[in-house]
């Protein structure tokens, strides 16, 4: 349970603003609690997480203004896609570890597991063409990579924990 229990810290670091809304699944009390740990968690992290992109970005006053409101946005659609991914990866556990993962719901998991990924893409692209226009796009593809690096680390932990499928 505890690379279950890492895997979980990696992947809702980013996702706790989406746990606020009800969830559509009965979370076990270890669940629930694991999504309270990481609420908490990101209300602590979201601030230093967003001035470490201030620090990087340098924005002026002005851009600052146009940029943050895209950055929030783009948080949020992280954060939900987060919350899916987390769920989805939830979903895989307790089937694996209750071994009743079969090919119905394995090509359920691995269906969500793509519309994240291709939604994430989505994300991305839209949140660029916003940011080229609120900042200049040397600032714009800066965020993207320091975001895109914070998502690849939370990507690798999430792999290296997710068990194979036999």
Do not use: C
Request: hydrophobic residues 45%; negative net charge; aromatic residues 8%.
């Amino acid at each position: 349970m505890h690379h279950f229990a890492r895997l979980i810290f990696v992947t809702a670091l980013l996702a706790a603003p989406a746990w606020s809304k009800e969830a559509k699944h009965e979370y076990t009390a270890e669940e629930a609690q694991i999504y309270a740990n990481m609420r908490a968690l990101q209300e602590q992290v979201g601030e230093g997480k967003r001035a470490f992109i201030e620090e990087q970005l340098a924005l002026t006053p002005e851009q600052a203004v146009k940029f943050w409101p895209v950055y929030d946005a783009h948080q949020a659609g992280i954060a939900s896609l987060n919350k899916r991914r987390l769920d989805n990866i939830l979903a895989y556990a307790r089937d694996w570890n209750t071994d009743t993962l079969d090919d119905a719901a394995a090509d359920k998991l691995a269906r969500e597991a793509l519309d994240i990924e291709r939604d994430e893409a989505a994300l991305m692209e839209r949140s660029y063409r916003k940011l080229k226009h609120a900042v200049p796009a040397l600032k714009a593809v800066r965020y993207l990579q320091v975001e895109s690096k914070v998502r690849a680390i939370v990507r690798f932990e999430q792999a290296a924990e997710v068990p194979l499928a036999m």
